[in-house]
């Protein structure tokens, strides 16, 4: 018989409405105390950094923690897990002004590899409008919001699984 090894895993949601925590119980493969805060009133990575290190704090004593979020935001770190600059939330609107020179740059097959759903609120839109308004920083690593958290949370470079 093997015996099982009660583990204490956090699960932390960063959504851009609310950051939520709840203890995940794989035993009977639920979710334990649920803690909600709203997203702060603010695009500076600290402040977020800083809300999400709090319901962290309010569950002491885990083994691990599990991070997932939305992915259409961007976040520009160093390879330190750095803010390069401030959050670019999905809701901004900036890049909408060079987005079809953007997509008249794709070939049919490039747009069907990019998924085919190309938004003027998606990271890779945030990107052209950077590099075309010379605001993309030497070095920077893109990433989405919860990939940084974790990258600041550990003082390591972000990464992500890129499926």
């Known amino acids: 018989m093997i015996a099982s090894i009660a583990m204490r895993f956090l699960g932390i949601d960063i959504g851009t409405s609310f950051l939520k925590s709840g203890l995940l119980d794989l ?3 639920c979710v ?10 603010s ?8 809300a999400v290190g709090g319901l962290i704090a309010e569950s002491p004593g885990v083994d691990g923690i599990v991070f997932c979020g939305q992915m259409h935001g961007l976040m520009l770190a160093s390879r330190r897990g750095e803010p390069l600059a ?4 999905w809701s901004d609107l900036r890049a909408e002004e060079c987005f079809g020179e ?3 740059r794709l070939t049919p097959r490039e747009r069907g590899e990019l998924g085919s759903e190309l938004r003027p609120s998606l990271p ?4 052209y409008w950077m ?6 920083p030497e070095g920077a690593i893109p990433c989405s919001l919860a990939d940084f958290v974790v990258a ?3 003082r390591a470079a972000p990464v992500a699984e890129p499926t």
Not at 33 to 38: D, G, I, M, Q, Y
Not at 131 to 136: A, E, V
Request: one cysteine or more; aromatic letters at 8%; charged letters at 15%.
């Open 102 to 104: 953007m997509l008249s």
């Open 86 to 89: 401030d959050y670019i939330p």
């Open 152 to 154: 600041s949370l550990c």
């Open 124 to 127: 890779v839109s945030f990107l």
């Open 131 to 136: 590099t075309r308004h010379g605001g993309l």
């Open 32 to 41: 334990g105390e649920v803690h909600r805060a709203p997203f702060p009133l």
């Open 43 to 50: 695009n500076d990575p600290s402040v977020i950094v800083a």
């Open 27 to 29: 035993d009977r493969l």
